[in-house]
């Protein structure tokens, strides 16, 4: 397995928290659950030109896209085929920054998987993934996508009231302080939400849920005994009954059932159908 991961250079840094090569054999599951974390990903599937994910309620019925997406912000976790996982490259946006890269207001890609040729043109699109399958030196492979977004790049600045919320929940996602943030600057909390949900592309008390859960899956991922009701305090739920919900809301399980099915990764975790046994 291998894992080539690194900060595009400036201006893109602004923009990108990362981009990413991964390549490994066959999983020993074939389904994963993906975690939503705020922020959205390009996603190149350089194994097979397509993407499956699955519902997440039985039957889990299988649905079928182009292999390079963008990979909106999630509200609740994802099930992806884990062959898919084999051979794969990435770009982890920002939060409200995917506007820089495709003109199209971030709640319209909200929980879907948008063909990124639909966004960028089928040339462009299938040009990058050649590129990347054409050559061997991951780091070359990486400079193919830094070029890539270079050249999509059009910078879009983030609304003052925006980036300060994003600031500020970052710090402490425990509450969406929308009146904090709008008497700041000005604006009604109406049309704060609204500008809001167009750059990052979920409402900020939900994105605020999102970011106080990552805090949770977190402590989860250690792998170390974990006092649930301390976690539950530090991460500003109410009581273990209320974190339990809200962990169960994002993620289909438990924080023990996650426990028990993490992966190396922290945000992917063993989708166990029925009859399966954990491995």
């Known amino acids: 397995m291998y894992y080539y991961r690194r900060v595009p250079r400036p201006p893109l840094d602004v923009f990108v928290a990362s981009i990413w090569l991964f390549r490994d054999g066959p999983r020993p599951h074939s389904l994963e659950r993906i975690l939503p974390t705020g922020a959205a990903q390009l996603i190149i599937n350089l194994k097979e030109d397509r993407t499956r994910v699955y519902d997440s309620e039985p039957p889990h019925q299988c649905i079928n896209t182009a292999g390079t997406i963008l990979a909106g912000v999630q509200s609740r976790h994802q099930i992806i085929d884990t062959s898919e996982q084999e051979y794969v490259a990435g770009v982890a946006f920002r939060a409200g920054r995917t506007t820089a890269f495709v003109r199209v207001p971030a709640y319209k890609t909200r929980d879907a998987d948008i063909p990124l040729e639909s966004l960028w043109g089928r040339q462009r ?85 999102i970011r106080r859960f990552q805090q949770a899956v977190a402590r989860a991922h250690r792998g170390r005994p974990v006092d649930w009701a301390q976690v539950a305090l530090d991460c500003g739920y109410y009581d273990q009954s209320h974190f339990i919900h809200e962990f169960r809301a994002f993620s289909g399980l438990t924080p023990t059932a996650y426990q028990a099915s993490r992966t190396p990764f922290q945000n992917h975790v063993k989708f166990l159908q029925s009859g399966e046994a954990a491995v």
Not at 127 to 156: F, G, K, N, T, Y
Not at 160 to 178: D, E, M, Q
Not at 185 to 194: L, N, P, Q, Y
């Open 125 to 209: 699109t299938n040009d990058l993934r050649e590129q990347l399958l054409e050559r061997s030196d991951p780091d070359v492979q990486l400079d193919a996508i830094e070029a890539a977004l270079e050249e999509m790049l059009q910078p879009a600045g983030l609304h003052p009231a925006v980036g300060s919320a994003l600031t500020t929940f970052h710090r402490s996602p425990l509450v969406a302080n929308i009146g904090a943030v709008t008497d700041a600057i000005g604006m009604s909390a109406k049309r704060f939400i609204e500008r809001f949900k167009a750059q990052v592309g979920v409402s900020p008390k939900r994105y605020c849920r």
